[in-house]
């Protein structure tokens, strides 16, 4: 007999889309990189390939409210790039702010689901 799915909470919802919106920024900013050769061919895809594997694990765990907690922290990293450099920061700091809205939003829509008689 098959399992039940597990039902998903909007705000896991939403900071999964958050989440798969980064990893599509991270391999698009792999390749203007490698495509302005300031780095070598294998810092950037080694580099953006941990990235992606971070942020796969991420989305696994955002089941979980340390889950949520550890993707606040992945977020105050991304924005550290711009340290790095200004529009990899601007890059990130657009995705930073969906996740932003899927932090606050989730909670809202999530909150009538778990107080039915409200």
Not at 111 to 115: A, E, I, K, S, T
């Given at each position: 007999m098959a399992r039940a799915r597990r039902e998903k909470t909007?705000?896991?919802s939403l900071l999964q889309i958050a989440v798969m919106l980064e990893i599509a920024v991270v391999f698009f900013g792999a390749l203007a990189l490698d495509g302005l050769?300031?780095?070598s061919p294998t810092v950037v895809w080694v580099g953006a390939g941990l990235a992606v594997v971070?942020?796969?694990l991420l989305n696994r765990l955002l089941r979980y409210r340390w889950g949520v907690w550890f993707g606040h922290?992945?977020?105050i990293a991304l924005l550290l790039s711009f340290v790095w450099d200004v529009v990899i920061g601007l890059?990130?700091?657009v995705v930073v702010a969906f996740w932003i809205f899927g932090a606050i939003r989730g909670p809202q829509l999530d909150?009538?689901?778990?107080?039915p008689d409200r």
């Open positions: 909007a705000t896991e050769k300031l780095y971070v942020l796969g922290l992945i977020q890059s990130a700091a909150r009538p689901r778990d107080n």
